[in-house]
């Protein structure tokens, strides 16, 4: 059974950081991938980032490549997600989903199957 926990969310400034964090209630993500999204108000829920657990492959939205890094944190059996330079638009709700998506399909909400509750995200100028 897949329960997923994210952490780390919260209000900064335009510029700064935040890591997100999720977790399977400490259990390994094995052959899942872990992806993240977010859904800002008024908008629909859109693709992130996402790793393969079991060989570390990272995919990223164009919005976010270069600024976001997702990793495996082994130490928690977590998937984390570091975002630097955080901009206004990057303002949301966002959701970690675990699932086993194949390579064209791993940016779409319907190839995850287990989703956490989210985690608020504000980025305020």
């Known amino acids: 059974q897949v329960q997923l926990v994210e952490s780390g969310g919260g209000l900064v400034q335009a510029g700064e950081s935040l890591r997100l964090s999720c977790s399977n209630s400490?259990?390994?993500?094995?052959?899942?991938?872990v992806g993240w999204f977010r859904q800002a108000p008024g908008k629909d829920r859109e693709f992130v980032s996402a790793?393969?657990?079991?060989?570390?492959?990272?995919y990223y939205a164009d919005s976010v490549k270069g600024r976001f890094t997702v990793s495996r944190n082994y130490a928690n059996n977590a998937v984390d997600l570091q975002m630097n330079s955080l901009k206004d638009d990057d303002t949301a709700v966002y959701y970690c989903?675990?699932?086993?998506?194949?390579?064209?399909?791993?940016?779409?909400?319907?190839?995850?199957?287990?989703w956490g509750q989210g985690t608020p995200v504000t980025v305020s100028s």
């Open positions: 400490g259990r390994t993500f094995s052959d899942y991938a």
């Open positions: 790793l393969r657990w079991s060989n570390g492959a990272t």
């Open positions: 989903a675990a699932g086993r998506p194949i390579v064209s399909t791993m940016r779409l909400s319907s190839a995850y199957y287990y």
